[in-house]
């Protein structure tokens, strides 16, 4: 199955044009920057910094950054076709797979959360405090295993 999918045209253009691969890397790591990056913000604020900002200030950008991950998971999955054989046996690769999967299932969950206080500056609860700073090394651990492909 995964022999066949490396032989789609998205995975023939990525592997082996001139432009595929570095099209849909650097897409993949603007994704990577719009997702973490607004995500590592409404955590941080969460958990205490930028007390000046009210929570629900941040749900607009959050929603961009699930923009960001739309991006991430179209350009990923197009990497992934181009050398579909090696990934699925990468441990890197299912860790990474794995942790954004959690970060995916913390972030919905916190974002409901936070929508669903009516106060502009609410206190948050402990879960949430702890959810967003596990949510935050899940996402380092992924950016980190994600890198780690390339040489494990």
Not at 5 to 15: D, K, P, Y
Not at 31 to 44: E, H, T
Not at 118 to 132: G, M, P, Q, Y
Request: charged share 10%; glycine share 8%.
């Amino acid at each position: 199955m995964f022999e066949q999918l490396e032989m789609t045209e998205i995975a023939l253009w990525v592997g082996e044009s001139v432009w595929g691969y570095p099209i849909m890397l650097s897409l993949h790591a603007l994704g990577l920057a719009i997702l973490v990056g607004i995500f590592s913000m409404f955590y941080l604020r969460i958990l205490g910094a930028f007390s000046g900002i009210s929570l629900p200030a941040f749900l607009p950008l959050v929603k961009f950054a699930w923009v960001g991950f739309v991006i991430n998971a179209v350009s990923g999955l197009a990497l992934f076709t181009s050398q579909a054989t090696t990934f699925v046996e990468s441990l890197p690769f299912l860790i990474k797979i794995g942790l954004i999967s959690l970060g995916v299932i913390f972030a919905a969950f916190i974002q409901s959360e936070v929508r669903k206080s009516d106060e502009i500056n609410e206190h948050v609860s402990v879960t949430i405090k702890c959810l967003a700073g596990l949510s935050m090394v899940v996402w380092i651990g992924a950016i980190i295993s994600g890198r780690l492909i390339a040489y494990l």
